[in-house]
């Protein structure tokens, strides 16, 4: 009898980068734990890797990262102050983070790309698909994407990138696809990639955004690729690759997301995504939109 294979179950979160945009704040403070609304970024990337069944998760990290390490840990001394107050509330929330997943650390030890940093996944993975999470993306979990992205990899097999249409004048700041059409309206094939194009060079106005789900063939790869944009190795060339022979591991494939995003690299973004999270908040939202709309009203 033919075993289906495996489902996957392992997530890569890269999270070694310096967090330049974000200074001073991101000088001792990891940009991965910067507060959307009252949860660090972070937290909202591994839960939506949970959410789709990925209940390993491998953090790349790097040096100054050791917060990241301590949110998803137990903290026993806070745990038994707010036991010993009888904070139930603000004990399960703690305690939320740490029960998330099984948690696994590895530091990449120099800054030389998103492809150097799936790359140093390679011996916790080993030959098993599984899904890249970048930690500025941040998915509406009402708009489920990577459980949909596993589907359509454990049909077609090989490879499976998140794609996003945005305006032809803002592609030069993305990995962008060159798509044909297939059965699925939300699900194209992937036939060439660039990395950041100039506008009149972009083949399309399909963007990638921070989602994959990987064949673990992009290892092999990735080891022979040279440093690209930016002098690193990035991971649009090495699926650039995969896209142009299938032979190597499999067909690459896009599934296009038209649901809420918010890119917490950016600063206006990161204001925009607390903004709007706060106010869908049962908790937070009534207060908060009647405060806004005074705001906007009166002091705009």
């Not at 939506?48 to 390490?69: F, W, Y």
């Not at 703690?94 to 650390?105: C, N, R």
């Not at 399909?206 to 930016?230: H, K």
Request: with cysteine; hydrophobic share 40%; proline share 7%.
């Amino acid at each position: 009898m033919t075993q289906s294979p495996p489902r996957i179950s392992k997530a890569v979160i890269p999270a070694a980068g310096l967090g330049t945009r974000f200074l001073p704040a991101t000088k001792a403070t990891p940009k991965e734990m910067l507060p959307v609304v009252d949860k660090p970024a972070i937290q909202y990337v591994v839960e939506e890797a949970v959410a789709a069944g990925l209940s390993d998760v491998l953090m790349i990290t790097g040096r100054n990262k050791r917060p990241l390490e301590d949110h998803f840990d137990r903290n026993y001394e806070l745990e038994e102050a707010l036991a010993r107050k009888g904070d139930e509330e603000r004990l399960s929330k703690v305690q939320e983070s740490s029960d998330l997943a099984t948690m696994h650390y590895v530091r990449q030890g120099a800054p030389r790309g998103l492809g150097h940093a799936v790359l140093c996944a390679a011996p916790h993975v080993g030959d098993q698909p599984f899904a890249v999470l970048l930690g500025d993306d941040l998915i509406d979990p009402r708009d489920p994407l990577l459980s949909r992205m596993v589907d359509v990899q454990e049909r077609e097999g090989g490879s499976v990138i998140a794609l996003m249409e945005v305006e032809p004048s803002q592609i030069h700041l993305y990995g962008c696809a060159a798509v044909e059409g297939t059965i699925d309206s939300d699900v194209v094939k992937v036939t060439d990639l660039v990395e950041k194009p100039d506008v009149d060079e972009a083949p399309s106005n399909y963007a990638i955004i921070g989602r994959y789900v990987l064949d673990p063939a992009i290892f092999g790869i990735l080891r022979e690729t040279a440093p690209g944009r930016g002098n690193e190795i990035q991971l649009t060339d090495a699926l650039q690759k995969l896209a142009k022979d299938e032979r190597i591991g499999g067909p690459v494939h896009g599934v296009v997301f038209k649901g809420r995003r918010y890119d917490t690299g950016d600063r206006g973004d990161y204001l925009r995504a607390i903004v709007r999270l706060a106010c869908e908040r049962e908790d937070l939202g009534p207060d908060f939109r009647t405060w806004l709309r005074k705001y906007v009203s009166e002091e705009m």
